[in-house]
Nanobody
Framework: QVQLVESGGGLVQAGGSLRLSCATSGTIFSSNHMGWYRQAPGKQREWVAAITLSGTTNYADSVKGRFTISRDNAKNTVYLQMNSLRPEDTAVYYC????????????????WGQGTQVTVSS
């Protein structure tokens, strides 16, 4: 049973923008910190951004200033707004949730989505 459902991926030109969404149940959303990871072909999965239950955010250096993570408590949804996209941002993006922020930041999430493809053309 898929508990995190991502959407919003696609093909975009360099410099463009996309917004990813991750919807889940109220039970999961209200008790877990949320985040995004990505995995490019031939590379290991890497952490991108995270947001705590209280709304504190953190970003990987590679996306800082370009990506914004947010959460809508009314919709049980977390978003990743991606601006100024670069070809090196091309990857499958995964939503993740964990009750411990340390777990979330260290790829030990309790829940994972199935991923959404983001392709940035040059």
């Amino acid at each position: 049973q898929v508990q995190l459902v991502e959407s919003g991926g696609g093909l975009v030109q360099a410099g463009g923008s996309l917004r990813l969404s991750c919807a889940t149940s109220g039970t999961i959303f209200s008790s877990n910190h949320m985040g995004w990871y990505r995995q490019a072909p031939g590379k290991q999965r890497e952490w991108v951004a995270a947001i705590t239950l209280s709304g504190t955010t953190n970003y990987a250096d590679s996306v800082k200033g370009r990506f914004t993570i947010s959460r809508d408590n009314a919709k049980n949804t977390v978003y990743l707004q991606m601006n100024s996209l670069r070809p090196e941002d091309t990857a499958v993006y995964y939503c993740a949730a964990a009750p411990s922020y340390w777990q979330l930041l260290n790829s030990r999430a309790a829940y994972w989505g199935q991923g959404t493809q983001v392709t940035v053309s040059s």
